[in-house]
């Protein structure tokens, strides 16, 4: 295979998806402006976003490899390319909500096919390990470019203005463009091939079977935990700026591409750290820098003051300092991703994928829907200080999930492999 090709379509492909998929929380901010929603109706977006990767990766992630990784991701662009073109042309809130649904069916489309696609591409643990943090770096990076390309579009002025629908012609054109890529990738999926005479059927009866094992349990209820916290502060952020440090709103939107930037080096730079560190050990002092930073921030957040002038120099010192808690929160979901998956053989890295992508749905849609609520019904501070919670399960699941890794047999039976070898 064109190991090099193949790993820049899919970081590409990765870029897009995380602007589309992390723009949730821009949305909320302007269909709440623009068509009158309230918070906890707006909070429904992230649930069309989440859900629907869940139940699509459930269905049809124990046997896309029959169906073929550069198909599925072909069809996923499709869906999107449409989906970005519906914006500008039918503007309104069932809109959006179709969006993120057609976003949701097909990441999960995309993050199995990408995922799996890795351990084709990968020589070694470590190599997979270095690849799977690049990616999710990149995924970063898409998520920091999506903050500012639609602040350029939003017309802070006139907070009902229509002008930020016009980003979508755009993203439309890059969707289109990455399609064209992918169908010109040669792809060789032969070593993820299912046994022949399985059914569909028996294949997904051996991913809930997966799911039962000890190992594989822990590490999908930590995944989830994990994604609870990112999409929390990830989704609600652009709000609490503009309503708890009064930041206009395009600055608000700016000023969360911190977060967005900390999590892209976080993870860029854990590929290095990790190999020469256990991981461990790394994960918890990520998590006690999280808590930290909660605690540090959030009562420099109390009293701000509207200031129609204000920019990037005079504007509240938590601005800058909470989302750094992105910086911390890096490393953990790749890491715990490649110990998992390079713990299996590649013919079952999509059905572990799949447990994966719908945990992380889960995750991410009871975050949001949480700290929506929590916002509008208490403040933004308690929603954010709550996050302490799923901050302190997490560390004590990471004391369980390294013990089935490492002394634990709790994939029963499946030991050591070599990513990409044959099976």
């Known amino acids: 295979m064109q190991s090099r090709r193949i790993l820049f379509i899919l970081f590409l492909i990765y870029f897009v998806f995380a602007i589309l998929l992390n723009s949730v929380g821009t949305v909320i901010l302007q269909v709440i402006n623009n068509y009158g929603v309230t918070k906890s109706a707006a909070s429904v977006l992230e649930g069309f976003k989440d859900l629907p990767i869940a139940v699509v990766s ?96 939003i017309d802070s002025s006139d907070p ?40 569909p059927a028996q294949d997904f009866a051996a991913m809930l079977k997966l799911f039962f094992k000890p190992l594989v349990c822990i590490f999908v209820i930590t995944a989830f935990l994990y994604v609870l916290i990112e999409q929390s502060v990830g989704t609600w952020l652009p709000t609490f700026n503009n309503e708890i440090l009064k930041l206009p709103a395009a600055m608000s939107v700016q000023v969360t591409s911190i977060f967005a930037a900390c999590l892209a080096l976080g993870r860029l730079s854990a590929g290095i750290v990790l190999r020469r560190l256990h991981w461990y050990p790394v994960m918890n002092a990520c998590l006690v820098g999280m808590g930290a930073v909660v605690l540090l921030a959030l009562p420099l957040t109390h009293d701000a003051v509207a200031n129609p002038h204000v920019t990037w120099a005079s504007a509240p010192v938590a601005a800058f300092l909470f989302p750094l808690i992105g910086l911390f929160m890096a490393p953990i979901y790749p890491g715990i991703n490649s110990v998992m998956l390079s713990s299996l053989p590649q013919h079952q890295h999509s059905a572990m994928t799949g447990l994966l992508v719908i945990f992380s749905a889960l995750g991410g849609t ?13 403040s933004g501070h308690f929603a954010f200080y709550l996050t302490l919670v799923p901050i302190a399960i997490v560390l004590v699941m990471l004391y369980f999930f390294r013990r089935a890794v490492e002394g634990e047999d709790g994939l029963g039976g499946a030991g050591p492999v070599i990513i990409g070898g044959s099976h």
């Open 58 to 153: 459930f269905l049809v992630a124990s046997f896309l490899p029959r169906i073929g990784y550069k198909k599925a991701m072909l069809t996923g662009l499709a869906i999107v390319t449409c989906a970005c073109l519906a914006m500008p042309l039918v503007p309104g809130f069932a809109t959006a909500k179709l969006l993120f649904l057609c976003v949701g069916v097909s990441f999960a489309l995309i993050k199995v096919s990408v995922y799996s696609t890795l351990g084709l591409v990968a020589t070694s643990r470590r190599h997979h390990a270095g690849i799977m943090n690049t990616l999710e770096g990149f995924f970063m990076l898409g998520v920091l470019c999506a903050y500012w390309v639609f602040s350029w579009f």
């Open 160 to 199: 009902r203005s229509h002008s930020w629908l016009n980003v979508y012609w755009q993203l439309a054109a890059l969707c289109a463009v990455t399609f064209v890529l992918l169908s010109m990738t040669t792809f060789d999926e032969r070593l993820a091939a299912l046994p022949a005479e399985r059914t």
């Open 366 to 378: 009871t975050g949001s829907l949480i700290t929506g609520y929590i916002f509008g019904a208490f």
